[in-house]
């Protein structure tokens, strides 16, 4: 399967990217995870304001067949949500990238170094399935 | 173990189809999109691979006493040419398989069952076969299947076929594609008119590629599970399985008491429903199975057996078995998603009206 992994983003093993502006990171799922959930029908994100933790669960996303947990990649606090996915989630199956999910400002940026590159993404991506 | 495939699984392949495996098989879950290919049911024409599915033959003088002593429909009395839908139960009524009957021309009938009960429900056969003069044999290896299904559905197959009357639905006719014969019924599960079509699987093949030639859209077992949810059709390991009887289900329709004698009568007979299977409407979320089905106390009153987004709809809908006894008369029902109630609508009526005929 081939799929988009754009060079300047970070990437989780559970598919979300993570685009790092200094101490803001914005956080969508990446076009091998949309592929795979197929018509995406509903998003349920975290509110502004709320903290998360590096690799637990943040929200899910759903599919006509599936639900699917989504991970934060970073820890911090939630400062916006996308309000363009609430009643079109579809949105994120026709361009995965350009449809953020959450901006989280994180505290502790080396946290960032444990991400996968787009160059180690794509291999994790080739061997596991 | 490892999975089987069907004989279409290379053209699967080469259209991009997902493979996953679905009992014990590698199979298509979907092509391009899960809401297109329920739209070309609904709307148009689509056609899935069944193969997966097994099929028996039953064939001699005692063919339909056999069968009709297997199921809990009557078989015995329905006419030639007709196809009828059964449980298959056990002495004390649990289900262990739900299957379609086609009564081909007497003597010889043809049994299809679900793929992962193929061998579950053949050694069961065959216990019961002793004293019966007819032969029971397994081809589930020799035949592919496939299902055409949509309002398009029989002006896309008529021209294809040697011959093909404006059938019944639930009726069953021989014929042939390109000189093979091929059993065609007009079944399916989606609600809509359409036709499953019995061949071996150089035949099927070709009429696959027939179908793909006319631009029929290739549908996945995922838009197959919204289509037969939406039209309320249980499925075996959601609405039905090894623990509960054909009442649980919402099936008693088809158990007919007043036949001389059926494997579970004598149970089935003075049995009740413990459970009530139940449809429901979310305005808002989206149920699964295993989801807890609540009433306005917050107490658990059943599960959600099969649940999923309806393409037609729009809105979350389920199947849920809720405990008999525990039944509101308020009807309120609630279902929890993750640790959030969400309020569902009862509804008598199927989700959507398929259009068969």
């Known amino acids: 399967m081939t799929t988009k992994i754009p060079t300047n983003l970070k990437y989780t093993k559970e598919h979300e990217w993570a685009l790092v502006e200094e101490n803001t990171v914005t956080v969508g799922i990446t076009d091998f995870a949309q592929s795979a959930l197929g018509d995406i029908v509903f998003l349920e994100v975290p509110e502004v304001g709320t903290n998360l933790k590096a690799g637990s669960t943040f929200g899910v996303v759903e599919s006509i067949k599936s639900v699917s ?43 960032l170094n444990n991400l996968l590159t787009a160059e180690q993404y794509q291999e994790f991506c080739n061997t596991s399935h | 173990m490892t999975t089987l495939r069907t004989h279409l699984y290379d053209e699967h392949v080469k259209l991009g189809g997902k493979i996953v495996p679905f009992a014990g ?27 997966h599915m097994g099929e028996f033959f039953v064939e001699g003088d005692d063919a339909e006493a056999f069968v009709d002593h297997l199921v809990t429909n009557d078989i015995l009395n329905a006419p030639n040419g007709k196809a009828i839908y059964s449980p298959l139960c056990r002495d004390n009524g649990t289900v262990i398989d739900d299957l379609i009957v086609y009564k081909l021309k007497p003597g010889k009938v043809l049994i299809c069952v679900n793929a992962s009960n193929i061998d579950k429900d053949f050694n069961w056969m ?3 076969h002793q004293g ?71 035949t099927i093949k070709s009429l696959w590629q027939k179908f793909m030639e006319l631009k029929v859209t290739p549908c996945g077992l995922a838009a197959r599970d919204v289509l037969r949810l939406e039209v309320c059709y249980p499925l075996y390991g959601h609405e039905l399985n090894d623990e509960v009887n054909p009442y649980d289900a919402g099936l008693g329709w088809t158990v007919k008491l007043p036949k001389q004698s059926f494997i579970g009568k004598e149970t089935l007979v003075s049995k009740t429903a413990k459970y009530k299977l139940v449809k429901l409407i979310l305005d808002k979320g989206i149920p699964r199975e295993g989801y807890p089905v609540l009433n306005s106390k917050n107490e658990t009153i059943g599960v959600v057996t099969s649940g999923t987004m ?40 199927p989700f959507v009206t398929g259009g068969h005929k």
């Open chain 2, 310 to 349: 309806s393409v037609i709809l729009n809105k979350g809908v389920a199947l849920a078995r809720i405990e008999f006894d525990k039944t509101p008369s308020d009807d309120v029902f609630l279902v929890d998603i993750r640790q959030k109630p969400f309020s569902a609508q009862l509804t008598k009526k």
């Open chain 2, 25 to 51: 098989w590698d199979m298509p879950v979907q092509y391009t999109s899960v809401k297109d290919e329920v739209l070309a049911v609904r709307q148009n024409v689509g056609v899935f691979d069944v193969s």
């Open chain 2, 132 to 202: 019966y003069s007819c032969s029971l044999t397994n081809c589930s290896n020799i035949f592919s299947l496939l299902a055409l299904q949509g309002p398009k559905a029989f002006e896309t197959l008529r021209p294809l076929l040697s011959e093909l009357p404006d059938m019944e639905y639930y009726s069953i006719f021989e014929t042939s594609f390109q000189g093979h014969p091929v059993i065609v019924a007009r079944t399916g599960y989606t609600g809509e008119d359409g036709f499953e079509i019995f061949g071996h699987h150089g």
């Open chain 1, 69 to 111: 947990d989504l991970y934060s990649p970073v820890t911090g606090e939630v400062v916006g949500r996308n309000s363009d996915l609430e009643g079109s989630p579809e949105k994120i199956n026709e361009d995965a990238y350009g449809s953020w999910l959450i901006k989280v400002k994180v505290k502790d940026t080396s946290e």
């Open chain 2, 126 to 128: 065959k216990s019961k």
